[in-house]
């Protein structure tokens, strides 16, 4: 069955960076995009970007341009997200989900969640 | 970006009742449009798809439609595992967008 297992949660200091994993397994990795989403406290969900994993090519939101850096190892089926100079406004859920590429395929797969915190 | 208007913010029903939630976007999106369930403490699980294709697995209950701008879900015979957060979310565009969420409660 497909699964999406992400790393423990994160306590950063402003400034900092984090990088949080999404090792996927039960179907093939370079088949489908995987897609980063933000979910605030107040429970609001933001789209970060995707990456697809078979050419490395990926999609950010303008939003987090510079801030979330979306790799692949395809030997592990592990995608990641890098999150760079935090700020309390980047505490957050961060989630994994498949997708793939193309308009329209929505969501069918999500891992349970990385909560960062940013916090001196 | 496309903005995704969800309607009511939160509702409560009884056992058994029908509730329909409403998602209107600010431009034509082509029925690219899906609904999540999320539970305390859980992530969003996939009900709907390009506006009314139901997800393997979800129950018949769950039910969507729409087209354009305006698209709603219906859950009927409202039952206890029903309760929890219903977002809608565009896939037309970049970047996907999702609305602020309807919270779901048994009367």
New interface residues.
């Given amino acids: 069955q497909v699964q999406l297992q992400q790393s423990g949660a994160e306590l950063a200091k402003p400034g900092s960076s984090v990088k949080i994993s999404c090792k996927a397994s039960g179907y093939t990795f370079t088949s489908y995009a995987m897609h980063w989403i933000k979910q605030t406290t107040g429970q609001a969900l933001e789209w970060t970007g995707y990456i697809a994993p078979g050419s490395g090519g990926t999609k950010y939101n303008e939003k987090f341009k510079g801030k979330a850096t979306l790799t692949v190892d395809k030997s592990s089926s592990t995608a990641y997200m890098q999150l760079s100079s935090l700020t309390p406004v980047d505490t957050a859920v961060y989630y994994c989900a498949r997708g793939t590429r193309y308009p329209g395929t929505p969501f069918d797969y999500w891992g349970q969640g990385v909560m960062v915190t940013v916090s001196s | 970006d496309i903005q995704m208007t969800q309607s009511p913010h939160s509702l409560s029903a009884s056992l058994g009742e029908t509730v329909s939630i409403e998602c209107l976007a600010s431009e034509g999106i082509?029925n690219?449009l899906?609904w999540?369930q999320?539970k305390p403490g859980?992530?969003?699980?996939?009900l709907i798809?390009?506006a009314s294709s139901l997800?393997d697995g979800v129950p018949s209950r769950f039910s969507g439609s729409g087209s354009g701008t305006q698209y709603s879900l219906k859950i009927s015979n409202m039952q206890p595992e029903d309760e929890g957060?219903y977002?809608c979310?565009q896939?037309?565009?970049?970047?996907?967008?999702?609305g602020?969420?309807t919270k779901l409660e048994i009367k």
Wanted: no cysteine; net charge positive.
């Fill in positions: 082509s690219y899906a999540y999320q859980k992530s969003p699980q996939l798809y390009y997800q957060v977002y979310q896939g037309y565009k970049y970047p996907f967008t999702f602020s969420g």
